[in-house]
C-alpha cells in the first residue's frame, strides 16, 4: 500500500467517473498545474495503484441483449487443472470474466449472449464441453448499478 494524500485520492475518484480526462483537465478541476497532476498520476500508475485503463462497451448496443452470471463447480479437481479450465473458458469470445471463488462453486463466468436462445447455443456448444466442468448454475443479469467503490 502506498501513502496517498486527499488530493491523490481526488485524482482516483475524478478518473474512476471518466478514465479519459486529461492531466491539465483534472489539474484545472483540482486548482494544480498540468504537470503537477500529471506527475500525481504518473506515480499512481507507476506504483500499481492504477492497474490499467479499459474501455466500458455498452453490450446492448452491440447485440448483446442478455447478461448471465454462471457459477460453475469443476467435477474432478484432480484430474483436470484449474489453469486448463481458466484457459479453455478464456478462449470463449462470450466469456467477459472469469473469476476463480471461494463457496459453493469453484468459479464465476459473465457470460453476454445476443438473447436467450444465444446463450443457450454457448452453453451447450461451449461451456458445457470444457474440461472439468461439472454443476453450472445459471443467474441471468435484470439490472446493473457501478459504484467507483471505497477509495482509501
Not at 484430474?79 to 478462449?91: G, W
Not at 462453486?105 to 444465444?118: E, G, T
Amino acid at each position: 500500500m502506498i501513502e496517498m494524500d486527499t488530493t491523490d485520492r481526488l485524482i482516483l475518484r475524478a478518473l474512476t467517473q471518466d478514465a479519459t480526462q486529461s492531466a491539465s483537465a483534472i489539474g484545472r478541476r483540482l486548482g494544480l498545474s498540468q504537470p503537477a497532476a500529471w506527475r500525481r498520476i504518473r506515480k499512481l500508475r507507476d506504483s500499481g495503484v492504477i492497474k490499467a485503463q479499459r474501455l466500458d462497451l455498452d453490450y446492448e448496443k452491440l447485440g448483446f441483449g442478455v447478461t448471465v452470471f454462471l457459477g460453475v463447480k469443476l467435477a474432478t479437481k484432480g484430474r483436470v487443472s484449474l489453469e486448463d479450465f481458466e484457459r479453455a473458458v478464456s478462449a470463449i469470445p462470450e466469456v467477459q470474466t472469469v473469476e476463480h471463488i471461494l463457496g459453493l462453486y469453484d468459479y464465476r463466468l459473465r457470460v453476454v449472449a445476443r438473447d436467450i436462445s444465444d446463450f443457450e447455443r454457448v452453453l451447450r456448444r461451449r461451456i458445457m464441453t470444457l474440461p472439468g466442468i461439472g454443476n453450472v448454475e445459471a443467474n441471468v443479469l435484470l439490472s446493473e448499478e457501478r459504484r467507483p467503490g471505497p477509495i482509501g
